[in-house]
């Protein structure tokens, strides 16, 4: 269903006026329509004004097809994508006062009578098609100092991509791929084998066309997260190859941007060019300018990739607790035959995905020989798995059969989610006794608390300088990252309960990991986020914040000068 700019009006007098520095839809700044109508003819006509999505559900609106469709798709992630407004995480579709427009679990037989406002959801969105419209709408919020925001996919953990009575870019179909393998940066004078991709491009998109490409690339391990979005300029930490290659954001995998700045310049980032903006694009977040073609480092095909994922299942806790120690004592040596893994577990089971890439023919082992690194596990008396190996030609291959699909499986959408992550240090797994306090942790979360352990660090992350990228140091001396999702059953916005545990995990995770955290997975809560996301990298990054962007155009919660400029 397509709406113009003015279906809305009729909601208009439902937002609830936001106690921020940003000109909202109620106050007396914000554009008249006759400004809307003008700015709308600039952008060829993409401006939307979308009503909230569930309101086909109630009374005034009822759409008895249209609601069910929605109701049975709400979890499912290419269908959420292509709504312009909704995020991934639905309690970020309410605002402050948990108003908004709930969708149902059950299709109701009559419309429902309760409160259908547009709450968290953009009141407008620029659905662009190129850069120049980007450019148009950035000046243009800038001009009326609106709520700028600038939406992917929507995959964020704390709320960036969305906001109450928020001016949103779009930038989903912004999909273009090329290979260029003679590319040479701008203003550079060595050359390099890439593959191009625009804004709206997603990690499954990224990895098919190095499959066509005969190469691979880092990307993230979730199939719909925008490979040219949030994804990079937040660190890119979380991905398949990143030990092999480096993060996402290392000179060795992104080496320009192509970019739409605070002030509307069309321009580009890269170590010959604006190098403190390609600087603080590479994990600063979306703070400095607006990301529209982002070029990764297109490295050689594997000779072959092995994988190995499933579930070990205990029958007694003990057994359970048994199979938690023994998965830590044996680090590091399991993750020495792999590239990267990710470890999920949560009473009475134990998820892992691991995967390895060989470079070169005379390295390739038998997918049994893989299977077998993990006896320790798959033999453990008292536990049942359903763990396999598999071995495949290419990545692309193996990402479609079993990566992607694994790591999706856990990557729940349309509910209600925060969640708070750590950085794990290799000094804490080098001794006993720090090992010793990882499996206790994990061990002591009450039942149905999930942990999951992106072992994502070591490699080629670890050798790059902690100042040469914006993310926290403690990455390069990491194993990986810990992350602890807290759900709720509520259509609403966060809920009280959710508040107390994450506040309680938070506190009992600083105690094991430290305060380190990843930028793209943490939440609103995080009390020093300018230090647990970027330590001492932090003053640099405001400098420049200061410097690309003085009026505080790109805002959002949680980003570089949001304790500045608000958000």
């Known amino acids: 269903m397509v709406y113009t700019m003015f279906a809305l009006l009729s909601f208009l007098v439902a937002i609830v006026t936001a106690a921020a520095p940003y000109c909202l ?17 600039s952008v060829s006509g993409r401006l939307l004004a979308p009503p909230p999505y569930g309101q086909v559900c109630y009374a005034g609106f009822f759409d008895l097809a249209a609601c069910a469709n929605l109701v049975k798709n709400k979890m499912n992630e290419p269908f959420r994508k292509t709504i312009p407004a909704a995020v991934q995480y639905t309690n970020y579709e309410f605002d402050q006062d948990g108003d908004g427009c709930p969708v149902p679990d ?43 925001r600038v939406k992917n996919t929507g995959h964020d953990y704390t709320g960036r991509s969305t906001g109450e009575g928020a001016f949103t870019i779009w930038t989903h179909n912004l999909d273009t791929i090329e290979h260029l393998p003679d590319f040479q940066p701008s203003q550079c004078y060595s050359t390099s084998d890439v593959i191009a991709i625009g804004a709206g491009v997603v990690n499954e998109d990224l990895y098919a066309a190095g499959g066509k490409f005969n190469r691979t690339t880092v990307g993230g391990f979730y199939t719909g997260v925008g490979a040219g979005g949030g994804f990079i300029v937040g660190g890119g ?11 996402g954001i290392d000179t060795a ?15 580009t ?6 190098e403190d903006l390609f600087f603080a694009m590479r994990g600063g977040g979306g703070a400095f300018a607006i990301a529209t073609r982002t070029y990764y480092m297109a490295h050689p095909a594997f000779a072959a990739v092995n994988t190995v994922a499933g579930t070990v299942t205990a029958n007694s806790t003990e057994v359970y607790e048994k199979m938690i120690q023994e998965l830590i004592k044996h680090y590091p040596g399991y993750i020495q035959n792999f590239t990267s893994g990710i470890v999920e577990t949560s009473y009475p089971t134990l998820a892992l995905s691991f995967q390895i890439g060989f470079q070169a023919a005379s390295a390739v082992v038998q997918a049994s020989e893989s299977l077998a690194v993990f006896g320790f596990l798959t033999s453990l008396p008292g ?5 396999t190996a598999d071995q495949f030609p290419t990545f692309n291959e193996a990402y479609t059969e079993v990566i992607g699909p694994v790591t999706g499986a856990g990557g729940v959408v349309g509910v209600d989610l925060i969640e708070t992550s750590r950085i794990v240090s290799e000094a804490l797994f080098s001794t006993e006794a720090g090992r010793t306090s990882v499996s206790d942790f994990i061990i002591s979360l009450p039942a149905g608390q999930a942990t999951i352990l992106q072992l994502i660090g070591g490699g080629a992350v ?3 300088s902690v100042n040469a990228t914006p993310v926290n140091p403690a990455f390069r001396s990491s194993v990986g990252y810990v992350d602890l999702p807290v759900f709720s059953t509520s259509n609403g916005p966060v809920t009280a309960q959710q508040n107390t545990t994450i506040e309680a995990l938070m506190a009992q995770a600083d105690t094991v990991f ?26 640099r990054l405001l400098r420049i914040k200061k410097t690309v962007d003085p009026n505080g155009v790109l805002s959002a919660p949680l980003y570089v000068g949001s304790e500045i400029y608000g958000s």
């Open 514 to 539: 430290g305060t380190n955290a990843y930028y793209n997975e943490d939440n609103k809560m995080e009390p020093d986020f300018t230090t647990a996301y970027w330590g001492s990298n932090y003053p």
């Open 253 to 267: 995998d992104v080496v320009q941007y192509d970019v739409v700045k605070a002030d509307g310049c069309i321009t």
């Open 106 to 148: 059950t299709v109701p037989s009559t419309p429902l009578t309760g409160e259908c406002v547009l709450g968290g959801l953009a009141t407008y969105i620029v659905n662009v098609t190129s850069v120049q419209q980007i450019s148009e709408a950035v000046l243009f919020a800038a001009k009326y100092n609106l709520r700028l």
């Open 237 to 247: 930490a979380a991905g398949p190859l990143q030990p092999l290659y480096g993060m």
């Open 462 to 464: 670890n050798k790059v």
């Open 383 to 387: 536990t049942n798995n359903t763990v």
């Open 25 to 41: 839809p109620q106050d007396s700044c914000f554009p008249s329509a006759s400004e809307l109508t003008a700015f709308n003819a």
């Open 269 to 274: 980032a890269n170590a010959c060019q604006n």
